[in-house]
């Protein structure tokens, strides 16, 4: 009860960011060790996150300009993946301790169902969950795809090494259909992705030595697994998959890590694009390697946002960005290291487009490194300015795992694994950190044409983002009642309550002054009107 409360406390007041910063101070969002955030934040502003503790699959969310709800846990498991549509309703998908693939929605009261299987069966005595990936569009339809071992897999190991690539896709307000086994391959397969686009074409891409694509939909299933970028013999150390609503999609590779692979591409980072309804083109280089410290496993990020795309890597040298504005080419690669050269230089990145085509890379730790280090975020504008980097933590602490995500107003979210010096296992996941977030604020909220309506039921205001809307209501010097409400971008109304209406009545003059604060806590200017 004792850690509930403190966590609700500080979830519940947060601070606003100082004039000088778009960041907020971090805050806790889980006092407890957690691994490996997952993050999603939607058009509105609702966002949810996920993470793994002792064992179990934990999430929280937030409703469009409110804040973080205390963690719950929703089952056992690791590694969870999550994703939010655009009614703020949130799925988070994760494979349990038992084998089985498991998904569960957010109710419209912010509450989650219980874990339902997607997957076949269960395995028995299988301890070692796999990772997963899950996506949903605007309208609610929704893909999960996962790893599992083939059928004769028994606890002994003695069987064959092989993964197979599942995936599940539902219908809007549906259940998810049978599973369909896309591809198999050897027990490297890993690092699942899936994107959906708003018209229900989904693409789910792996790695398995090279990376692998599938094409479907939600309502005829995915097709035969091919070579990314048309090559087989492509080796990846690393890939990520983006794409817009109307249906592009890019995925971008680093191939040959610290060695030379037999890859039929030399080091360096590659984009394959594939148009809506269309197919994926031959891969393209956008940074050629200068040695191999400079491209390692830490990547690529890749983002993108109504046409423009970014990508950011890492390794020895430090990190490596690349852009592509809304109308153009991908421009050169920018080096940017925090220390160059140094044990602390950071190798992990997380990488955001805002609304205002302000690219933002949140550089940290490789996860496994002693070194302490905060989390430095870097802007990059819109017209090709760098601003000066900004760190985020407290110095002396290690910070890992970072990933970011925005809302259409300029608004995002950054979550990482913060504040211990601890390095973790030999993989560097059995760590001791709590997990953290910092709130970006690209705009303070306004309000215009304040005005009350339909025969004094009603307050009717336009907001330029979400907030969380309070209009108080006055007369002779006193308070008569509030209203308060959470809002999404565009004119909306508040419903004024009966028992503050029949006070409104009474003889006199009355002020109604309406305040706004977005979800980085910041408010608008007060607007009045007089009654």
């Given at each position: 009860?004792?850690?509930?409360?403190?966590?609700?406390?500080?979830?519940?007041?947060?601070?606003?960011?100082?004039?000088?910063?778009?960041?907020?101070?971090?805050?806790?969002?889980?006092?407890?060790?957690?691994?490996?955030?997952?993050?999603?934040?939607?058009?509105?502003?609702?966002?949810?996150?996920?993470?793994?503790?002792?064992?179990?699959?934990?999430?929280?969310?937030?409703?469009?300009?409110?804040?973080?709800?205390?963690?719950?846990?929703?089952?056992?498991?690791?590694?969870?993946?999550?994703?939010?549509?655009?009614?703020?309703?949130?799925?988070?998908?994760?494979?349990?301790?038992?084998?089985?693939?498991?998904?569960?929605?957010?109710?419209?009261?912010?509450?989650?169902?219980?874990?339902?299987?997607?997957?076949?069966?269960?395995?028995?005595?299988?301890?070692?969950?796999?990772?997963?990936?899950?996506?949903?569009?605007?309208?609610?339809?929704?893909?999960?795809?996962?790893?599992?071992?083939?059928?004769?897999?028994?606890?002994?190991?003695?069987?064959?090494?092989?993964?197979?690539?599942?995936?599940?896709?539902?219908?809007?307000?549906?259940?998810?259909?049978?599973?369909?086994?896309?591809?198999?391959?050897?027990?490297?397969?890993?690092?699942?992705?899936?994107?959906?686009?708003?018209?229900?074409?989904?693409?789910?891409?792996?790695?398995?030595?090279?990376?692998?694509?599938?094409?479907?939909?939600?309502?005829?299933?995915?097709?035969?697994?091919?070579?990314?970028?048309?090559?087989?013999?492509?080796?990846?150390?690393?890939?990520?998959?983006?794409?817009?609503?109307?249906?592009?999609?890019?995925?971008?590779?680093?191939?040959?890590?610290?060695?030379?692979?037999?890859?039929?591409?030399?080091?360096?980072?590659?984009?394959?694009?594939?148009?809506?309804?269309?197919?994926?083109?031959?891969?393209?280089?956008?940074?050629?390697?200068?040695?191999?410290?400079?491209?390692?496993?830490?990547?690529?990020?890749?983002?993108?946002?109504?046409?423009?795309?970014?990508?950011?890597?890492?390794?020895?040298?430090?990190?490596?960005?690349?852009?592509?504005?809304?109308?153009?080419?991908?421009?050169?690669?920018?080096?940017?290291?925090?220390?160059?050269?140094?044990?602390?230089?950071?190798?992990?990145?997380?990488?955001?487009?805002?609304?205002?085509?302000?690219?933002?890379?949140?550089?940290?730790?490789?996860?496994?490194?002693?070194?302490?280090?905060?989390?430095?975020?870097?802007?990059?504008?819109?017209?090709?300015?760098?601003?000066?980097?900004?760190?985020?933590?407290?110095?002396?602490?290690?910070?890992?795992?970072?990933?970011?995500?925005?809302?259409?107003?300029?608004?995002?979210?950054?979550?990482?694994?913060?504040?211990?010096?601890?390095?973790?296992?030999?993989?560097?996941?059995?760590?001791?950190?709590?997990?953290k977030l910092a709130l970006y604020d690209g705009s303070a909220p306004s309000i215009a044409n304040f005005a009350l309506a339909r025969k004094r039921t009603r307050f009717r205001m336009r907001v330029s983002e979400p907030v969380r809307a309070e209009v108080t209501i006055r007369r002779a010097g006193r308070t008569v009642g509030r209203v308060r409400a959470r809002l999404k971008?565009?004119?909306?109304?508040?419903?004024?309550?009966?028992?503050?209406?029949?006070?409104?009545?009474?003889?006199?003059?009355?002020?109604?002054?309406?305040?706004?604060?977005?979800?980085?806590?910041?408010?608008?200017?007060?607007?009045?009107?007089?009654?």
């Open positions: 009860m004792r850690h509930f409360l403190a966590t609700v406390l500080a979830l519940g007041c947060l601070a606003a960011p100082a004039a000088a910063s778009t960041w907020t101070p971090p805050i806790t969002l889980s006092s407890t060790d957690g691994s490996l955030p997952a993050l999603d934040v939607g058009r509105e502003g609702d966002a949810v996150v996920g993470w793994t503790h002792g064992g179990g699959v934990w999430v929280s969310t937030r409703a469009a300009g409110d804040v973080f709800r205390a963690p719950e846990r929703l089952g056992a498991g690791a590694w969870p993946s999550v994703a939010i549509d655009d009614a703020g309703e949130a799925i988070v998908a994760w494979m349990g301790t038992d084998g089985g693939m498991y998904v569960t929605q957010q109710s419209r009261r912010g509450t989650f169902g219980p874990p339902r299987l997607v997957s076949a069966e269960q395995r028995s005595g299988y301890t070692e969950p796999l990772r997963s990936a899950v996506a949903i569009n605007a309208r609610g339809d929704a893909a999960v795809t996962w790893f599992e071992p083939p059928v004769d897999w028994a606890p002994s190991g003695s069987s064959s090494s092989v993964r197979r690539t599942m995936a599940a896709v539902r219908s809007a307000g549906g259940v998810f259909q049978p599973p369909q086994e896309i591809a198999r391959s050897d027990s490297t397969a890993d690092f699942p992705a899936v994107f959906l686009d708003d018209a229900g074409r989904a693409t789910v891409a792996w790695r398995a030595g090279g990376t692998w694509v599938a094409s479907g939909d939600v309502a005829r299933g995915f097709g035969p697994a091919e070579a990314a970028g048309g090559d087989p013999a492509v080796e990846t150390s690393g890939f990520s998959l983006a794409g817009s609503p109307s249906g592009d999609v890019t995925l971008a590779v680093t191939a040959g890590p610290f060695v030379h692979q037999s890859s039929s591409l030399p080091q360096g980072v590659y984009v394959a694009s594939r148009p809506a309804g269309g197919n994926f083109g031959p891969f393209r280089s956008i940074a050629a390697a200068a040695g191999p410290p400079l491209f390692g496993a830490f990547g690529p990020h890749l983002a993108m946002r109504d046409g423009a795309a970014a990508i950011a890597w890492g390794g020895g040298a430090g990190e490596v960005f690349n852009v592509k504005p809304a109308r153009g080419d991908w421009l050169p690669p920018q080096p940017f290291s925090v220390s160059s050269g140094s044990p602390e230089s950071p190798r992990d990145a997380a990488v955001g487009i805002d609304a205002h085509g302000t690219t933002v890379f949140a550089l940290a730790l490789e996860r496994g490194l002693s070194a302490r280090r905060p989390i430095t975020v870097v802007r990059r504008l819109a017209n090709g300015q760098i601003e000066p980097p900004v760190a985020l933590g407290a110095p002396g602490t290690r910070n890992i795992s970072p990933t970011v995500g925005f809302d259409g107003a300029g608004n995002g979210v950054l979550v990482w694994e913060a504040g211990d010096a601890y390095p973790g296992d030999s993989s560097g996941y059995d760590t001791k950190q709590p997990i971008l565009g004119t909306r109304t508040l419903r004024i309550p009966r028992r503050v209406r029949r006070k409104l009545h009474s003889a006199g003059r009355y002020v109604a002054t309406a305040t706004a604060r977005d979800s980085a806590n910041r408010r608008s200017r007060a607007r009045r009107i007089r009654f």
